[in-house]
């Protein structure tokens, strides 16, 4: 199967979901970006305790958001 048969394919997937299915993916990618985004910030700052890992973590999603 080539890349565009199978994004044909995973589209064709995705339609056939319902809006809470679809809803439930984007939800989990979104926790597993945080997940990636929060283990960067553990990187750069290692002293950082968990209440700073969030907070640093809320300030790039509100930078991402304002961009």
């Known amino acids: 199967m080539d890349a565009a048969s199978a994004l044909a394919k995973q589209i064709e997937r995705y339609r056939s ?8 993916i984007a939800l989990e990618l979104h926790e597993m970006a945080c997940d990636v985004a929060r283990e ?3 990187r750069q700052h ?3 305790d968990a209440a700073e890992i ?5 300030r790039r999603l509100e930078l ?3 961009a």
């Open 17 to 24: 979901m319902t809006g809470e299915q679809r809803l439930a």
């Open 40 to 42: 960067g910030i553990r």
């Open 54 to 58: 969030e907070r640093l973590l809320r």
């Open 64 to 66: 991402v958001r304002s």
């Open 46 to 48: 290692p002293d950082a």
